[in-house]
């Protein structure tokens, strides 16, 4: 499927399934039968957006940043074959981005798409007759929405958004990806 560049209606979707199969062995380790439990299916849809990047930590433009929000998941699967998990949760949520950014960085601190990172690590580089640029990775606790796409939180809907990432480049439209989650019987 090809992507419209600079419509809001440029995206592509990608869908995978994961059939959770419990082996059950015999006293002697040999597998003797297979056990379906359920099916989780990812999809991902990806949108570019309308404008290039123009993004900016404090004063220094950003070059290219990828921002992940995302939840972890907690699963109580059921004791029938064929079901679906009577109970699925997700929890801490959090972001993270690594950007690279045109100049100097040292502070302890930087906001990016309106969240406030902890900063991890920030690494300078310059050359002779070169710019400076720092690659910088942050961290925010308890962000559970980017982009105006929230993450799921609590218990499991029957479509439930795990992770959404924002790429950004001062050469190209900004990408964003989100990926739900459902579960069924099989």
Known sequence: MAITYGVTGGFSVQTSKTFEKLLVADKNGVTTTIISKYVRTETTTETIGTTFAGYAIGSDDVLNATITAQVDEQLIESGSANTAPPSVR??????????????????????????????????????SGDVVKTSIRGTAINTSSLDTTSLTTGDHSSSSTIRVELRISNTDYVRKTVTTVAFSGT
């Open 90 to 127: 997700f929890y801490n949520p959090r972001a993270e981005a690594s950007a690279t950014i045109l100049g100097a960085f040292t502070a302890t601190t930087f906001t990016l798409a309106g969240i406030t990172f902890t900063t991890l690590s920030a690494e300078k580089s310059e050359t």
